[in-house]
């Protein structure tokens, strides 16, 4: 976007580049995904105000997004990183314009790669270190927790004017008399005292409250009972210099480096969230609050936004607002849609009605709404086309009207504890359908046992929306799945959101997962009672700065405020791990992951989400065959059939239960390593009495016993259980199956043994399992009983005979895995193709770094050239049906070193084409995909890009590709076909 065009509503985003400037800072903004990725400043024009490369670097690194810096010079860009500490040598990487790497610059820093080593500073650890820092100074010293927070809370809110030049050096006088400069203005008790009376009264606003207004009395007392040092870390924050510990400082990256004219105010909400929390550890476990990164805020924002009717005259509702960073990326979004549907700026009386009248905020935490009435007012003056004088920019209290304290009726204000709060008696019936958009992050973590009152009332308040939509079956039945909070706030939206409003709420990922009786039935209830219509899986970007300090799966769920319809369908999206993005705090959306599901799909699979989510369509209807071919599972054979035992091992911890039944059996630790798949009882020491906390049933212990590992490896051939021919003792770190009282006892345990070891085991784990592949990543007993299992009654004695012989190549240490896999696949009537497909799932898509870094590794030319040959069977199977000649081939004469590998399908012998079409790059909706297609428009051709990463490129993709083309322009192709025969 061009940052001259101030008819351009985006450049909003853009004000701290142009406002208080002749002309923007930089020319032009390149953006993807609705954040920049590269600034680019134009120098092919003689411009005499071009600040120093390095001064941009850091000033741009303030916007805390992970973009680039271009400098355009006549024949050749420079590119930069932005960087908050640059060195004095930095150099470019440069591309001539006539370069065959021209036009790979914006898809290669779209997916993610560095041309110049990234800064590895960033912005927000930079803050909220600083925050911390002046906060535990003030602690420390003997500072209340709600006084630290609030004395930091309105030196930043200075400090942003300043930034902001909203207060400028002439204002002195008039904010701190005593003060000889503005940063001096919290350097005395009596400047401290006449600022913050200067705060109230000009802003007249929710600013954070301290103990007393009668701030002269407040400060003197301060330092009077804390000493002079109390002001230091309040002054640092002013005076350009860093509180190490009372009293210090040194000069490090500190709040002198910092920029105000230019730090996003949403991560000023995120990091003060945090720092809240940091504060308080326990009641952050408690009430479970992690701060939302503003980056994914605004992504739910403009996600939520889209295409809506209502646009900027729409009401907004955050039923958990916290410190404010989706109602501040929400005033944002409604000021520019404003200005979109206008064609003209909005003013500022126009913004603080939209503050004022379309926005609401519920929160227990008095300050966090503190916090969000600082953050909304700040927002609301940089979006200030005009925001002076100052004595015209008084704000009303937002607290009570915008920002609703919803804590419970007697509650302690000043204990951070899990209440019913927005969802309570006392606020819910209140606000019934009077939203456009219900947005926000509710708290995750389970109840625990304390707290189970609050519990019931969740359960009641889903039951109340579920009978008030019709549901009469859910309204009696509902249970709340683990106590879980966030689930009731789903519920509670759609109360809250006007019927046909939007939803989108961030929240904890298991509830998509979840297999367990209870947990299926409360996901089927959303899907009965709301029409989704998109849920962004976060499962595999945890631990990763895409959402930093969250090591749980996460999800972003939107919807509209309406029953479902018997055939809607919703787009689910996994986004891959991706360390070039996801380092930089970025995920790849990507239309060609994103796979539209059928509601009554995942109501009548309660595995689909997880079988998508970790592997495709393909392994759907493999994961079906493999249910279909039996309805037993191992758990239910072992329950069901006489002789048969299983358990975990005996249980030590002090106990004193009689375990004179295992004296003289030989003892099986966790640690044995003698052999991978059996048991060699003569070398095993022999147990001796101890007493025991758990000795469990005596025939479990009884051979033959296959014995599982607690944690089932990843590498099959260490061995993932072992087969014992004697009776033995082994401890909770096993997990039995005992056939010592069946007749088929021998054959049982050599069929366990070879089916634990397949790779379908490992599959049907991965595809269905609700924790596997999730939040771990190992296998354990419950995936194993959940196996559907052949009794071996139904075996032939071919299958049986088969089995044997891949039960002894195990037993001798020899195993023959390609002719277990393949005999396990054939017991469940697998296809080859099948057995591929399972292969290049497990391959890619297992929960292990080998097969992540397989997935990202690029294709070798082996791999290309089967999934060449694979994509053309696919083809010809289907369009040499209507007699046509299909050819697939690649494009070798790509000279920009491009992300993508490219291959070309043409019908009837036409001639291929050499290379991309010249505007190829115009018909791309996007440069940071994984596919790209390009369809001639006067020959039966394509042109396919994709990215040159291993996981694109299986031959289970090519068969997905396959059916991907032939869907989209097969028609097209046959007609463009048709012409050139005419």
Same mark, same amino acid.
């Given at each position: 976007m061009d940052l001259h065009d101030n008819l351009d509503a985006r450049c909003l985003r853009y004000t701290d580049l142009y406002r208080n400037r002749e002309r923007p800072l930089v020319d032009y903004v390149v953006e993807h995904q609705v954040q920049a990725l590269l600034y680019v400043v134009d120098q092919t024009? %003689?411009?005499?105000? !071009?600040?120093?490369?390095?001064?941009?670097?850091?000033?741009?690194?303030?916007?805390?997004?992970?973009?680039?810096?271009?400098?355009?010079?006549?024949?050749?860009? =420079?590119?930069?990183?932005?960087? #908050?500490?640059?060195?004095?040598?930095?150099?470019?990487?440069?591309?001539?314009?006539?370069?065959?790497? &021209?036009?790979?610059?914006?898809?290669?820093? /779209?997916?993610?790669?560095?041309?110049? /080593?990234?800064?590895?500073?960033?912005? +927000?650890?930079?803050?909220?270190?600083?925050?911390?820092?002046?906060?535990?100074?003030?602690?420390?010293?003997?500072?209340?927790?709600?006084?630290?927070?609030?004395?930091?809370? +309105?030196?930043?809110?200075?400090?942003?004017?300043?930034?902001?030049?909203?207060?400028?050096?002439?204002?002195?006088?008039?904010?701190?008399?005593?003060?000889?400069?503005?940063?001096?203005?919290?350097?005395? =008790?009596?400047?401290?005292?006449?600022?913050?009376?200067?705060?109230?009264?000009?802003? @007249?606003?929710?600013?954070?409250?301290?103990?007393?207004?009668?701030?002269?009395?407040?400060?003197?007392?301060?330092? $009077?009972?804390?000493?002079?040092?109390?002001?230091?870390?309040?002054?640092?924050?002013?005076?350009?210099?860093? &509180?190490?510990?009372?009293? /210090?400082?040194?000069?490090?990256? *500190?709040?002198? =480096?910092?920029?105000?004219?230019?730090?996003?105010?949403?991560?000023?909400?995120?990091?003060?969230?945090? #720092?809240?929390?940091?504060? *308080?550890?326990?009641?952050?476990?408690?009430?479970?609050?992690?701060?939302?990164?503003?980056?994914?805020?605004?992504?739910?924002?403009?996600?939520?936004?889209?295409?809506?009717?209502?646009?900027?005259?729409?009401?907004?509702?955050?039923?958990?607002?916290?410190?404010?960073?989706? #109602? !501040? /990326?929400?005033?944002?979004?409604? !000021?520019?849609? +404003?200005?979109?549907?206008?064609?003209?700026?909005?003013?500022?009386?126009?913004?603080?009605?939209?503050?004022?009248?379309?926005?609401?905020?519920?929160?227990? @935490?008095?300050?966090?709404?503190? #916090?969000?009435?600082?953050?909304?007012?700040?927002?609301?003056?940089?979006?200030?086309?005009?925001?002076?004088?100052?004595?015209?920019?008084?704000?009303?209290?937002?607290?009570?009207?915008?920002?609703? @304290?919803?804590?419970?009726?007697?509650? @302690?204000?000043?204990?951070?504890?899990?209440?019913?709060?927005?969802?309570?008696?006392?606020?819910?019936?209140?606000?019934?359908?009077?939203?456009?958009?219900?947005?926000?992050?509710?708290?995750?973590?389970?109840?625990?046992?304390?707290?189970?009152?609050?519990?019931?009332? %969740?359960?009641?308040?889903?039951?109340?929306?579920?009978? $008030?939509?019709?549901?009469?079956?859910?309204a009696k039945s509902y249970h709340n799945p683990d106590g879980v909070p966030d689930l009731p706030f789903v519920w509670g939206a759609m109360a809250w959101a006007k019927p046909g409003g939007r939803i989108a709420l961030a929240l904890a990922g298991r509830w998509l997962f979840k297999q367990s009786q209870k947990g299926a039935a409360a996901r089927n209830a959303i899907f009965d009672a709301l029409k989704i219509t998109g849920i962004l899986n976060g499962a595999a970007l945890r631990q990763t700065r895409v959402w930093p300090s969250v090591d749980q799966p996460f999800c972003l769920l939107f919807a509209d405020n309406e029953l479902p319809e018997p055939d809607n369908q919703f787009i689910f999206v996994s986004p891959h791990y991706e360390p070039n993005l996801n380092g930089k705090g970025l995920l790849r959306v990507d239309a060609s992951d994103a796979t539209p599901v059928a509601f009554d799909l995942v109501k009548a699979n309660p595995a689909a989400l997880k079988t998508l989510y970790r592997g495709t369509v393909l392994d759907l209807a493999i994961i079906e065959k493999i249910k279909q071919h039996t309805k037993c599972t191992v758990g239910d054979y072992w329950e069901e059939c006489s002789g048969l035992y299983k358990s975990q091992g005996f249980q030590v911890a002090g106990g004193a239960q009689d375990d004179s039944f295992l004296v003289g059996k030989p003892e099986l630790h966790a640690n044995y390593n003698l052999q991978p798949f059996l048991v060699l009882d003569k070398k095993l020491s022999r147990y001796t009495p101890r007493g025991l906390h758990r000795a469990r049933s005596p025939e479990v212990y009884k051979a033959p016993i296959l014995l599982v590992r607690k944690s089932l490896r990843e590498d099959r051939a260490r061995g993932r259980a072992l087969l014992s021919t004697s009776d033995i003792a082994f401890s909770e770190s096993y997990y039995g199956y005992s056939a010592s009282g069946h007749p088929l006892s021998g054959f049982l345990t050599h069929y366990l043994l070879v089916l634990l070891h397949s790779k379908l085991f490992e599959y049907f784990t991965l595809m269905t399992s609700g924790e596997f592949g999730v939040e771990r990543e190992a296998q354990q007993k419950l995936d194993i009983n959940r196996l559907p299992f052949i009794p071996p009654e139904n075996l032939s004695t071919d299958q049986r005979q088969s089995i044997e012989t891949c039960a002894q190549s195990l037993i001798s240490n020899h195993p023959d895995w390609p002719s277990l896999d393949y005999t396990v696949g054939q017991l469940y009537g697998l296809s080859t193709t099948d057995q591929q497909v399972l292969s290049d799932t497990l391959m890619v898509n297992a929960p292990y770094a080998s097969a992540r870094d397989k997935g990202l590794a690029k294709t070798e030319e082996e791999q290309a050239q089967a999934f060449i040959v694979c994509l053309k069977k696919e083809l010809a199977g289907v369009l040499g049906a209507g007699g046509h000649q299909v050819q697939v081939q690649f494009l070798n004469n790509i000279k920009a070193a491009l992300p993508w590998r490219f291959i070309s399908i043409t019908l009837e012998g036409r001639s291929a084409p050499l290379e991309l079409p010249e505007n190829w790059i115009q018909q791309v909706s996007s440069l940071g995909v994984s596919r790209i297609t390009l369809l001639s428009s006067t020959q039966p051709s394509l042109i396919v890009g994709l990215l040159n990463r291993y996981r694109y490129w299986t031959q289970s993709q090519a068969r997905l590709l396959a059916s991907d083309l032939v869907w989209e322009y097969g028609a097209r192709l046959e007609e463009l076909s048709q012409q050139c025969v005419d």
């Amino acid at each position: 976007m061009d940052l001259h065009d101030n008819l351009d509503a985006r450049c909003l985003r853009y004000t701290d580049l142009y406002r208080n400037r002749e002309r923007p800072l930089v020319d032009y903004v390149v953006e993807h995904q609705v954040q920049a990725l590269l600034y680019v400043v134009d120098q092919t024009h %003689f411009r005499d105000d !071009v600040l120093p490369v390095r001064d941009l670097q850091k000033i741009l690194a303030m916007r805390g997004e992970p973009a680039w810096l271009g400098i355009l010079k006549p024949g050749r860009l =420079d590119i930069y990183a932005t960087d #908050l500490r640059p060195s004095e040598d930095t150099t470019p990487v440069w591309f001539s314009r006539d370069s065959n790497d &021209a036009p790979s610059i914006l898809p290669r820093l /779209a997916q993610g790669e560095d041309f110049v /080593a990234p800064a590895t500073l960033r912005l +927000r650890d930079v803050l909220l270190d600083l925050m911390s820092d002046a906060g535990e100074a003030l602690r420390d010293l003997g500072v209340s927790t709600h006084e630290a927070i609030a004395l930091t809370g +309105r030196a930043l809110f200075l400090r942003y004017l300043i930034g902001r030049k909203i207060v400028l050096p002439e204002n002195l006088a008039d904010i701190a008399p005593s003060a000889n400069s503005l940063k001096e203005c919290m350097g005395t =008790d009596v400047a401290l005292a006449e600022t913050n009376h200067w705060l109230d009264k000009t802003f @007249n606003g929710d600013l954070l409250t301290l103990p007393t207004t009668d701030y002269a009395v407040y400060f003197r007392q301060l330092v $009077q009972q804390h000493g002079p040092s109390v002001t230091q870390p309040l002054s640092a924050i002013m005076t350009l210099d860093t &509180a190490i510990e009372p009293g /210090a400082s040194q000069q490090r990256l *500190d709040w002198g =480096d910092l920029d105000f004219d230019h730090l996003p105010i949403g991560l000023l909400s995120e990091t003060y969230e945090e #720092l809240i929390h940091r504060f *308080d550890q326990s009641a952050r476990h408690a009430t479970s609050v992690y701060y939302t990164p503003y980056h994914i805020a605004e992504y739910m924002v403009e996600e939520a936004f889209h295409a809506y009717p209502e646009g900027s005259n729409s009401k907004l509702l955050d039923p958990a607002c916290g410190a404010g960073v989706f #109602l !501040v /990326a929400g005033l944002r979004k409604l !000021v520019e849609l +404003r200005f979109r549907e206008t064609g003209k700026r909005p003013s500022r009386q126009q913004i603080r009605d939209m503050l004022h009248e379309q926005l609401v905020g519920f929160d227990t @935490n008095s300050h966090a709404r503190t #916090l969000a009435a600082l953050a909304l007012y700040l927002t609301a003056l940089e979006l200030d086309p005009h925001p002076a004088p100052l004595e015209e920019l008084r704000f009303k209290k937002l607290e009570s009207s915008v920002l609703i @304290n919803v804590a419970d009726p007697e509650s @302690n204000s000043n204990k951070l504890v899990p209440m019913a709060g927005s969802l309570g008696d006392h606020v819910f019936d209140h606000y019934q359908h009077a939203f456009d958009l219900v947005i926000g992050n509710p708290p995750w973590t389970s109840l625990t046992k304390e707290y189970r009152s609050i519990e019931r009332i %969740f359960t009641k308040r889903c039951r109340e929306v579920a009978a $008030q939509r019709g549901l009469d079956k859910i309204a009696k039945s509902y249970h709340n799945p683990d106590g879980v909070p966030d689930l009731p706030f789903v519920w509670g939206a759609m109360a809250w959101a006007k019927p046909g409003g939007r939803i989108a709420l961030a929240l904890a990922g298991r509830w998509l997962f979840k297999q367990s009786q209870k947990g299926a039935a409360a996901r089927n209830a959303i899907f009965d009672a709301l029409k989704i219509t998109g849920i962004l899986n976060g499962a595999a970007l945890r631990q990763t700065r895409v959402w930093p300090s969250v090591d749980q799966p996460f999800c972003l769920l939107f919807a509209d405020n309406e029953l479902p319809e018997p055939d809607n369908q919703f787009i689910f999206v996994s986004p891959h791990y991706e360390p070039n993005l996801n380092g930089k705090g970025l995920l790849r959306v990507d239309a060609s992951d994103a796979t539209p599901v059928a509601f009554d799909l995942v109501k009548a699979n309660p595995a689909a989400l997880k079988t998508l989510y970790r592997g495709t369509v393909l392994d759907l209807a493999i994961i079906e065959k493999i249910k279909q071919h039996t309805k037993c599972t191992v758990g239910d054979y072992w329950e069901e059939c006489s002789g048969l035992y299983k358990s975990q091992g005996f249980q030590v911890a002090g106990g004193a239960q009689d375990d004179s039944f295992l004296v003289g059996k030989p003892e099986l630790h966790a640690n044995y390593n003698l052999q991978p798949f059996l048991v060699l009882d003569k070398k095993l020491s022999r147990y001796t009495p101890r007493g025991l906390h758990r000795a469990r049933s005596p025939e479990v212990y009884k051979a033959p016993i296959l014995l599982v590992r607690k944690s089932l490896r990843e590498d099959r051939a260490r061995g993932r259980a072992l087969l014992s021919t004697s009776d033995i003792a082994f401890s909770e770190s096993y997990y039995g199956y005992s056939a010592s009282g069946h007749p088929l006892s021998g054959f049982l345990t050599h069929y366990l043994l070879v089916l634990l070891h397949s790779k379908l085991f490992e599959y049907f784990t991965l595809m269905t399992s609700g924790e596997f592949g999730v939040e771990r990543e190992a296998q354990q007993k419950l995936d194993i009983n959940r196996l559907p299992f052949i009794p071996p009654e139904n075996l032939s004695t071919d299958q049986r005979q088969s089995i044997e012989t891949c039960a002894q190549s195990l037993i001798s240490n020899h195993p023959d895995w390609p002719s277990l896999d393949y005999t396990v696949g054939q017991l469940y009537g697998l296809s080859t193709t099948d057995q591929q497909v399972l292969s290049d799932t497990l391959m890619v898509n297992a929960p292990y770094a080998s097969a992540r870094d397989k997935g990202l590794a690029k294709t070798e030319e082996e791999q290309a050239q089967a999934f060449i040959v694979c994509l053309k069977k696919e083809l010809a199977g289907v369009l040499g049906a209507g007699g046509h000649q299909v050819q697939v081939q690649f494009l070798n004469n790509i000279k920009a070193a491009l992300p993508w590998r490219f291959i070309s399908i043409t019908l009837e012998g036409r001639s291929a084409p050499l290379e991309l079409p010249e505007n190829w790059i115009q018909q791309v909706s996007s440069l940071g995909v994984s596919r790209i297609t390009l369809l001639s428009s006067t020959q039966p051709s394509l042109i396919v890009g994709l990215l040159n990463r291993y996981r694109y490129w299986t031959q289970s993709q090519a068969r997905l590709l396959a059916s991907d083309l032939v869907w989209e322009y097969g028609a097209r192709l046959e007609e463009l076909s048709q012409q050139c025969v005419d």
